[in-house]
């Protein structure tokens, strides 16, 4: 399975057009392409900005959920975030709310070796300490993330029966056996809903930034400790566990749990996407020979 099709057409001359219909003084700055995901455009907007833009109507509503509550979050969670500047509306024969971020300088943690990911696991850890708070009622649902094992488990099923992955059936083996780890019973959780590695931003000093709230949501937390197999190495991943404190056995059962479904994610939907797809094999190895 490949990216989904783009529902619209994003160049840098649409772009700005709208630039200069809705933000006249960047207008004229340098605009380049630079990553296509399955739900947004990320265009860079001279050295400091950068130009997000859903490229499908389900990425619409996650932009908005981002306008909404991430400046909110990114006053408490201690690392950078993609915290809207300014936002853009509808024009120029393109549907729907987009948004002007900073850019950040750095690689994604995914193209950095997993052995080299060290220096990520206390400001991570941080982080998600000070983003895993009770979430309002008003917070943003995902059908998807956050939610019990029981509600995504035909889906999981589903995804590795179809595989032609060689380990699919170890994975629905684990899956099988994680499925009624008792759920979560604290209030819902703000959640991060895509902690992987091409969604950090590392640089010469760690962490840079944490990218990509279009998941945001609540729930769960386990959700998002999930990224102690998917972005980590044993030893890193032991170190995580023990930073965070005040999370019990069950969740961490739970957090392997979600590693499945985001390990059957991306070896089932990344055969255009070889970043994505490394992580994929990443998690797959670290789930079943740790």
Request: proline share 9%.
């Amino acid at each position: 399975m490949r990216t989904p099709e783009a529902e619209v057409d994003v160049t840098p001359a649409l772009v700005r057009s709208l630039l200069h219909d809705q933000h006249p003084d960047l207008a004229d700055l340098p605009i380049e392409a630079v990553a296509h995901g399955w739900d947004n455009v990320l265009l860079r907007l001279g050295e400091r900005l950068c130009v997000r833009m859903p490229r499908r109507e389900a990425g619409a509503r996650l932009i908005v959920n981002e306008q909404r509550w991430l400046p909110e979050i990114a006053a408490r969670v201690g690392a950078p975030v993609p915290v809207p500047l300014r936002t853009g509306s509808p024009g120029r024969g393109y549907p729907w709310s987009w948004s002007i971020a900073p850019w950040f300088e750095g690689r994604t943690a995914a193209e950095a070796p997993v052995g080299e990911r060290g220096a990520l696991v206390e400001p991570l850890a941080l982080f998600l300490e000070r983003l895993h708070v009770p979430a309002p009622e008003e917070a943003p649902r995902n059908p998807v993330r956050g939610v019990p094992l029981r509600d995504r488990h035909a889906r999981i099923v589903e995804r590795l029966t179809g595989s032609s992955h060689p380990r699919a059936v170890e994975l629905l083996d684990l899956w099988n056996s994680l499925v009624d780890t008792p759920a979560w019973k604290g209030p819902a959780l703000w959640l991060h809903g895509d902690l992987h590695p091409a969604n950090v931003l590392v640089d010469d000093t760690g962490l840079a930034a944490v990218l990509d709230f279009g998941d945001l949501t609540s729930g769960d937390p386990a959700t998002d400790l999930a990224t102690a197999w998917t972005t980590f190495g044993p030893e890193d991943h032991a170190r995580l566990r023990d930073r965070i404190t005040g999370v019990d056995d069950h969740t961490w059962s739970r957090a392997r749990a979600w590693a499945v479904v985001y390990a059957s994610v991306l070896i089932t939907t990344t055969d255009d996407h070889p970043l994505l797809a490394a992580i994929g094999e990443h998690t797959v190895v670290r789930l079943l020979d740790p």
